[in-house]
């Protein structure tokens, strides 16, 4: 089964940048997905980003693309979300999630790390 482990998240002023990781294991890494969702209280959850680590393939939101940057290190089993010139706005608690053998953008998971919040202060 896959696991994921989502870890990176915290406090950080407006324009800040932030790292986040989602450690993976349980299934072959390069037949993964792997998406980033956020989910802002009172909000719908919104897909962030997109990976398939095993060609590269990647999608980032219109509503942070030019600012979050997704990344895998294979050797590692992990995705990173690069965030950069954070806004109010991005405070959410951010998931990671996994699909084997799909496509980006990937819209709904059976497979959900723990989730790490992320906090921009202005």
């Known amino acids: 089964e896959v696991q994921l482990q989502a870890s990176g998240g915290g406090l950080v002023r407006t324009g800040g940048s932030l790292r986040l990781s989602c450690a993976v294991s349980g299934f072959t890494f390069g037949d993964l997905v792997i998406g980033w969702f956020r989910q802002a209280p009172g909000k719908e959850r919104e897909g962030v980003s997109c990976i398939r680590p095993g060609d590269g393939e990647t999608y980032v939101a219109d509503s942070v693309k030019g600012r979050f940057t997704v990344s895998s290190d294979n050797a590692k089993n992990t995705v990173y979300l690069q965030m950069a010139r954070l806004k109010p706005e991005d405070t959410a608690v951010y998931y990671c999630?996994?699909?084997?053998?799909?496509?980006?953008?990937?819209?709904?998971?059976?497979?959900w790390g723990q989730g790490t919040q992320v906090t921009v202060s202005s």
């Open positions: 999630a996994a699909d084997p053998f799909s496509n980006c953008p990937l819209w709904e998971s059976d497979y």
